[in-house]
């Protein structure tokens, strides 16, 4: 199971700039979406957007994309956790 | 298999070795040097080994005073009315009877001690992954306490007086109370986030060492099943611990600078503090119970000298255990003003829980049926958690069931039930892991007799405390209370009685270890008989690093009479 | 004897260091628990928001700087490529790059800090800090945050917190930056050995994730 370092996956500086250039282009989409006025739904499409930023970070910036099977696995199995644990909170609040 | 090298207590690996060993030079003609040398090498030393033993000496430190605390209040209730302590005190008393207990022995518990000690010699790895993070978290373990136990005595009052403060009003320090109160909270609540971070380190430092550390040839499905259930509760201490924490801190912020979250003077709604409370809280007590599993399978397979029966279910069901507890936590809610779907659905999930709990009882059972069977004392411990455990269990289904638990809600029922449940089941795991190691920490053994009187005084004594308190909450008697109604007398003075019995059996109990350790019998390289590699390819006591050469598994760690596939 | 027990020691010691998938693995499970931490927290201002005040949310983020917080978000985003390309360079073996993207970063990071001090001190100097807080009352008048509508003061609470907790994070990842940033100038970390520079890079790609959530939320739901 060990891993030598020559067998890392480096990234270019190519990739790294598109992605930044993709995280700055959703951040202007958020602030010029959260001027227009779409009522309730401005929360669901900004926590969108960024949830969509936050995938290009994990996947990219923290390699995520090119790592073990078993490191995918457990920052799933974290952010699934999380998320269901919010879904649980709103059965109470949500019922309210 | 049995090496001339020297063990762990002779041999060291330090931090600040130099320093050590210069004091050890200048020790060689001041005795007060030599202690000091001696000292630091256990304090400073990263071996996971000693780190386990440290762990276990404190926390039998802590244990005991829990203990006095607990005796206190069942001496106080002997009678109806005021005794020798105030209400006020009283109050005091059960919250640092129950923050100990909880935070300083059974959330450590298990993993902290044998889970540092037999981890990497059951995966044949010389140490953990990070044996320095190791030895930070018994640091962060002692600032923690210290802080939780300095609460108790240091503070002021209104008035600014210095006075006793100890925190009251639970150890579940629930708002809008924990805001309020005069007493010493936050001190108290920093000493818990600082062990939060023990714990959590911990649960880091294991599931990499069980990912990353595992002897050749073994796979995930050859570890023993102390080591899964070890993966499962560490995964617990990660994943939960951080929840607490913040709650805590926002708590002490709120003290401190009045944001308003949990305060509904200001707007906010204390329930969301129960909720996050909870999150976390409810996990934490499968966290003390797991690993007790994970002992008394060991345990139960090595005593019927068999194969564990359904090895794989019982390693599954810990996973799923940690997995469900982790979205049950309202159930401790049903009374708090919950909306009616949310106590349903929570109500529901809550029996999925005795699913993986009953099928790892009814593999122990499978495992004992034609096992041939030594009664020996580690054994004995093991059968009295899957009984007490079960009583626990079983209690706990009545809670779970939302009209019953409206009934019984807060009363001395519950204190009973939690007490089965951790106290029979986390402390007893942790009494079994003890009798069961014994001969692997020390090399020696203890006076097995006196070990059987003292189980023998532990039970009766065990199930006349609890068992009264279960009968009397199912009559009404409130918990948290200073003071009682007469026909509640008798129960309670049962339970003093039994509570007086059962601290005896604990104390012959200590004893007969202490002496065992200090100049027992020699006791045989493989005292039980065991499969699994602490046994099998380690001397005991081990050496600094475990093993003469790194071992290969090609069994099973339950390889008896071949049927291990 | 004893010699040889050294010897094993030593042994031991590479092997702690050399396992560089085990100490990946710690590194995100530590990350979880930051995760965790900051989850807690938006569960707390979610709930609020959803179930409890709407209008007072939207009415109380009026009054944060958007361009403050677009401005920092655009500051973290920028000092998290340039760490990932501190790697890349010394991956490829470029020492002198990775050490002029580390110091962008960490400028970045020190950027990140002033603009939130004069955010912070721009609030404060219009009443808006924690009610207890009253010694710097002597500095910028009494708090208003007790007069003002309950889900105002709330979202106010959850803003320093937040943000206030967020920062400690910024500031503790600006030291092991500088701890990164020495053991590039010692060469203790080249291209055959960068395990710890790509997990403190790790570090502050979350402390740069909760902020991708805490801007829409803090500054944007009005
Ligand atoms: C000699 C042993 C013990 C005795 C006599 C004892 C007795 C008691 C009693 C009488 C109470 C109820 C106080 C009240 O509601 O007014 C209590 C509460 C409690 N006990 Fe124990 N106990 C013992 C050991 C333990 C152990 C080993 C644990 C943990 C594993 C534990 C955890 C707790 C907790 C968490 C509470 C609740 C405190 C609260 O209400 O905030 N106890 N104990």
New interface residues.
């Given amino acids: 199971m060990s891993h030598s370092n020559d067998e890392v996956h480096i990234v270019s500086y190519g990739t790294h700039t598109m992605v930044y250039i993709g995280l700055l282009s959703l951040t202007a989409l958020t602030v010029a979406i959260a001027g227009g006025n779409f009522g309730s739904l401005t929360l669901l499409i900004a926590m969108f957007i960024a949830t969509c930023k936050a995938g290009l970070v994990l996947s990219y910036f923290m390699h995520v994309k090119f790592e073990d099977r078993v490191i995918q696995m457990m920052v799933a199995s974290a952010i699934i956790l999380l998320i269901v644990a919010y879904g649980m909170s709103f059965i109470d609040y949500g019922t309210r | 298999m049995v090496s001339s ?2 063990t762990f207590y002779e ?1 060291k ?1 330090l931090i600040f070795q130099g320093f050590q060993e210069s004091l050890e030079k200048a020790g060689e003609n001041n005795k007060l040097y030599k202690f000091l040398a001696w000292v630091l090498s256990w304090i400073f030393s990263t071996d996971h080994k000693r780190v386990g033993i440290l762990y276990l000496i404190t926390m039998a430190a802590f244990f005991a005073i829990g203990v006095s605390l607990g005796l206190l209040i069942r001496f106080e209730l002997f009678l109806p009315g005021e005794q020798f302590i105030s209400a006020r005190v009283y109050n005091s008393v059960f919250t640092m009877h129950g923050v100990i207990m909880i935070f300083l022995v059974v959330i450590p518990g298990i993993p902290a001690t044998f889970g540092n000690f037999c981890l990497p010699l059951q995966l044949g790895a ?2 953990v ?3 320095k ?1 190791n030895l930070s978290t018994w640091w962060l373990f002692m600032i923690g306490a210290g802080l939780a136990v300095l609460s108790l005595f240091v503070g002021t009052n209104a008035n600014g007086e210095l006075m006793m403060v100890a925190p009251d009003g639970g150890w579940t320090f629930y708002v809008p109370y924990s805001l309020e109160s005069s007493a010493n909270i936050s001190l108290a609540l920093s000493g818990a986030f600082i062990l939060g971070f023990s714990s ?1 380190f911990t ?3 294991f ?2 060492t069980i ?3 595992r002897a050749k040839g073994m796979g995930f499905f050859q570890m023993p099943l102390f080591c899964w259930s070890l993966y499962a509760s560490s995964w617990i201490q ?6 607490v ?3 805590l801190l ?1 708590v002490i ?1 709120e003290r ?6 949990f305060d509904p003077s ?4 204390p ?2 503090y129960q ?2 409370f909870w ?1 976390y809280s409810h996990p934490a007590v499968y966290l003390m119970v797991i690993p007790a599993m994970g002992v008394v399978s060991d345990v139960i397979a090595v005593f019927s000298r068999r194969t564990i029966f359904g090895y794989k279910a019982i390693a599954i069901s810990s996973m799923a255990i940690a997995f469900v507890g ?2 049950v936590w ?1 159930h401790h809610m049903f009374t708090s003003g ?5 106590q349903i ?2 109500s529901f999930l809550t029996f999925f829980v005795a699913i993986p709990t009953a099928i790892k009882t009814f593999n122990w059972i499978a495992t004992l049926y034609k096992g041939s069977i030594h009664l020996s004392v580690p054994m004995v411990w093991a059968l009295t958690f899957v009984f007490l455990f079960s009583i626990g269990g079983l209690t706990g289904l009545l809670n779970g069931a939302i009209n019953a638990d409206i009934h019984v809600h807060d009363t001395y029922y519950v204190v009973g039930h939690f007490h089965y449940t951790m106290f029979g089941g986390g402390m007893v795991g942790l009494f079994c892991a003890c009798h069961y190691w014994f001969p692997k920490v020390t090399g020696k053994i203890y006076n097995e007799s006196v070990g059987y009187l003292a189980w023998a005084f532990f039970f009766v004594g065990f199930n006349t405390l609890y068992g009264s308190m279960l009968v009397m909450g199912l009559l009404g008697m409130p918990r948290r209370y200073h003071d009682y109604l007469p026909q509640f007398t008798i129960w309670h003075q049962l339970s003093t009685i039994g509570a007086v019995i059962m601290v005896t059996g604990l104390i012959i109990m200590f004893i007969n270890l202490l002496k065992g350790w200090i100049n027992g019998p020699k006791a045989n390289e493989n005292h039980w008989d065991g499969r699994s590699l602490e046994w099998t390819h380690s001397a005991s006591p081990p050496i ?2 475990n093993f003469d050469k790194d071992p290969e598994v090609q069994g099973g760690p339950y390889d008896y009479d071949g049927e291990w596939k | 004897m004893s010699n040889s027990t050294e010897l094993h020691i030593e042994e031991n010691h590479d092997h702690e260091h050399e396992d560089y998938v085990g100490d990946k693995m710690g590194m995100w499970l530590f990350l979880f628990t930051e995760l965790l931490l900051f989850g807690g927290m938006f569960l707390a201002f979610l709930v609020y928001y959803i179930s409890f005040y709407t209008e007072d949310f939207h009415n109380a983020g009026k009054n944060l700087n958007v361009m403050m917080g677009g401005g920092n978000t655009l500051i973290l985003l920028t000092s998290s490529l340039t760490m990932v390309l501190a790697i890349t360079a010394i991956q490829k073996k470029n020492k002198f790059l990775s050490i002029f993207y580390l110091i962008v970063t960490i400028a970045c990071a020190g950027g990140f800090m002033v603009v939130k001090y004069f955010e912070w001190g721009a609030k404060f100097s219009h009443g808006l800090y924690p009610a207890k807080l009253t010694s710097l009352a002597e500095y910028f008048g009494p708090s208003i945050i007790p007069s003002l509508p309950k889900g105002e003061a709330i979202f106010f609470g959850l803003y320093f917190t937040m943000t206030g907790l967020h920062g400690f994070h910024v500031m503790a990842g600006v030291a092991v930056l500088l701890i990164v940033l020495y053991k590039v100038i010692v060469n203790d970390i080249d291209s055959e050995k960068f395990g710890y520079m790509e997990n403190v890079g790790l570090y502050w790609h979350v402390v740069d994730l909760i902020w991708i959530y805490l801007f829409p939320l803090l500054y944007l739901v009005a």
């Fill in positions: 090298a020297k041999d690996a010389p140490d992954s990070f044996p993070l959590m649960g880091m430092n599931i990499t990912h990353r550390m990660v994943l939960a611990t951080p929840v924490s913040i709650t926002l912020i401190f600078m009045g944001i308003g979250i200001k707007g906010g709604d329930v969301l909720h996050m999150i982790y979205f309202a919950m909306t009616e779907t949310a659905v929570f600094l690093l």
